[in-house]
């Protein structure tokens, strides 16, 4: 049991912050919470410029953040992982074998639950295959269109 420095309110240790410093916040995880949106609501102009200061001077930093959150949350993949790939690959896509000059898109099979990464491909060949919704008769159907109408 502690105190809350805030409320005075006599409370069980998991209703306080742990802190890496040392042990516990003096401040109940309620009265924090309160006193940050109050700090928050008072100082919000000050506390946006800062935060878009932040993300100016380390761009590079917040990039690399946002890329690694994406390819967790929709590929169930790392940064690490992709370069792997992006080796093997050769730094060429999947599809074309042309090399990559962008950032690669990660090519996976819809609807499966963990996804299924198959490869990286240029973005040409990434939405070609979208658009084709990733039907081999359709793209069949594609490839038989452009034979007939091919110009000799």
Same mark, same amino acid.
């Given at each position: ?5 805030? &409320? ?19 401040? &109940? ?66 599809? &074309? ?56």
């Amino acid at each position: 049991m502690s105190v809350c420095s805030t &409320c005075k309110s006599d409370l069980p240790d998991s209703c306080f912050y742990i802190s890496a410093r040392d042990g516990r916040l003096t401040q &109940c995880i309620s009265c924090r919470s309160e006193t940050g949106k109050r700090q928050y609501r008072d100082n919000k102009n000050r506390i946006l410029e800062n935060m878009k200061k932040r993300r100016r001077d380390n761009y590079e930093v917040v990039a690399l953040i946002a890329r690694r959150a994406v390819l967790k949350r929709l590929y169930g993949t790392t940064p690490e992982i992709v370069a792997k790939m992006r080796r093997e690959q050769e730094d060429c896509c999947a599809c &074309c074998k042309e090399p990559f000059t962008k950032t690669p898109d990660v090519d996976h099979i819809h609807g499966t639950n963990p996804v299924i990464v198959r490869g990286l491909l240029c973005r040409p060949c990434n939405r070609g295959l979208g658009l084709f919704r990733d039907s081999l008769s359709r793209l069949e159907m594609a490839v038989e269109y452009l034979r007939i109408h091919q110009i000799k």
